[in-house]
C-alpha cells in the first residue's frame, strides 16, 4: 500500500510558537524550506491561502524551481479568479513544473475574511459556487473545442485553452467538514481532506463523504483521504510530552484574551474547525496519542491537533489512521524546517518500513 506524506511551506519562519521577525517573504527561506521537505521524503507540499499571504502560484513556481521531485499542492478559493482563467492559470504552472500540480479547493469558511477579497456571497452559495467552477475548469481541460456555459454565478461563450496539465487533469483535493462540503467534494475530490479527529470520528467523516460519492454515482473506494496532524516528536514518550507542554505555554503565552488565534471572529469558526474543538471538551487525549489541547488554545485555527510521542508511537499512531481508511497524512510541525527533516528523519521511514512490510507479508500470504 503506498501512502502519500505532505508537508506545509511558508515563505517566512513563523508558527504558533514563533513570531515572524523579518519579511513576509524570504526567498532564501523558502527555498530551504521546500529543499528540506524534499530530502525528507516527502511527496508534496501544501501552499496554503490567506487572506492576508503571498499568493500560492508565485510560491508553487518558486519553489518548483527550488527542487526536482517533489509535488506542489496549491490552496485555492473559488470567486476570486474566474474559472476559465483558472484553467489556464492552473495548467501551465502544471506544464512548467513538470506534471508536478495539485489542487487543494478550500470554499472558504469564514465571511469576515472572504469579503477581505471583495467576496460577500454566504457560505451555501460558495460552495454552489464551487461545485459550478470546478465544473468548468474540469470542462476547460478536457476540451478539444470552445465551450459555452450559462450557470448561476458563471456565465461565457466559446471558451478554450491550449495549456492543458500534462496528465490531462490535476488531482483534487478538496476540504471541509459540513453537509454542503460532503454534498461537493464527494462529486468532484480525488482526495479528501480531513483535520486530525480521533479515529472514530474521523471514520465516521469518510463514511459520509464515500456516501456522498456514491449518491452522486462515483466508486466510493475511488475516493481518497487526508488526514492532517502536528507531530511532537522526542526519543520517548516521556520527553515527547514535557516538549508538548512547553509548547502549548508558548501557545497560550501568545493567544489573545478569548483563547485564539484566529484571523476572524469565533462565531464564523468552520465545522470542521468546531469538530477539533467539540473533541477537546471531550478529553484532552485520544486514541494512541492524539493530543488537542493545542486545537483549544488556538480556537482550532488550522490543522492543530498534535500526535504525541517517540517516532514510533506517532507512526504507530498514523498507521491507525490508514487502517482506517486514510491514504494520505499531511504532518507539520510547530518548529516548521526543524520538524520537516525530523519526519523525514525518524517518522516517515518508520511508516513506510511498515507498509512495505505488510505488503510483503500480503503478497506471500497470497501465493
Do not use: C
Not at 465545522?271 to 496519542?289: C, F, P
Request: glycine residues 8%.
Amino acid at each position: 500500500m503506498t501512502v502519500e506524506f505532505i508537508g506545509m511551506i511558508r515563505t517566512a519562519d513563523t508558527s504558533e510558537i514563533r513570531p515572524r521577525r523579518g519579511p513576509a517573504i524570504d526567498p532564501d527561506y523558502t527555498a530551504r524550506f521546500a529543499r528540506a521537505h524534499e530530502e525528507a521524503g516527502f511527496d508534496r507540499v501544501l501552499i496554503g491561502y490567506h487572506s492576508w499571504d503571498a499568493d500560492g502560484f508565485s510560491v508553487a513556481a518558486y519553489a518548483a524551481a527550488h527542487t526536482e521531485r517533489l509535488g506542489l499542492l496549491l490552496a485555492h478559493r473559488p470567486g476570486f479568479v474566474a474559472p476559465t482563467l483558472a484553467a489556464r492559470k492552473l495548467a501551465t504552472l502544471d506544464q512548467f513544473t513538470g506534471g508536478r500540480l495539485a489542487l487543494h479547493v478550500i470554499s472558504g469558511a469564514s465571511e469576515t475574511e472572504q469579503r477581505r477579497d471583495g467576496d460577500y456571497a454566504d457560505k451555501p452559495a460558495r460552495y454552489r459556487r464551487t461545485d459550478e467552477y470546478l465544473d468548468i475548469v474540469k470542462r476547460v481541460w478536457a476540451a478539444d473545442e470552445p465551450i459555452d456555459h450559462e450557470g448561476e454565478f458563471y456565465r461565457f461563450q466559446g471558451a478554450r485553452s491550449d495549456v492543458k496539465p500534462v496528465h490531462g487533469r490535476l488531482p483534487i483535493y478538496f476540504g471541509g467538514s459540513s453537509a454542503d462540503a460532503y454534498r461537493v467534494g464527494g462529486r468532484h475530490a480525488d482526495v479528501y481532506a480531513l483535520w486530525g479527529e480521533p479515529l472514530a470520528e474521523t471514520a465516521e467523516q469518510i463514511r459520509a463523504v464515500r456516501e456522498s460519492a456514491a449518491s452522486h454515482g462515483r466508486d466510493p473506494d475511488e475516493v481518497r483521504f487526508s488526514v492532517s496532524f502536528r507531530p511532537i516528536l522526542a526519543d520517548t514518550d516521556e520527553q515527547a510530552w514535557e516538549r508538548a507542554h512547553r509548547i502549548l505555554e508558548t501557545i497560550n503565552s501568545r493567544t489573545s484574551p478569548d483563547g485564539a488565534m484566529l484571523a476572524f471572529p469565533a462565531n464564523e469558526r468552520g465545522v470542521g474547525s468546531q469538530r477539533l474543538l467539540a473533541a477537546a471538551e471531550k478529553g484532552e487525549r485520544h486514541d494512541r496519542a492524539l493530543w488537542t489541547a493545542t486545537a483549544k488554545a488556538t480556537g482550532a485555527a488550522g490543522n492543530s491537533t498534535a500526535l504525541v510521542g517517540s517516532p514510533e508511537t506517532v507512526a504507530q499512531a498514523l498507521l491507525d489512521y490508514v487502517d482506517i481508511g486514510v491514504t494520505t497524512l499531511l504532518i507539520r510541525g510547530y518548529e516548521p524546517l526543524e520538524d520537516a527533516v525530523d519526519y523525514g528523519r525518524r517518522l516517515i521511514p518508520l511508516v513506510r518500513a511498515e507498509l512495505e512490510r505488510r505488503d510483503r507479508t500480503a503478497a506471500t500470504a497470497a501465493r
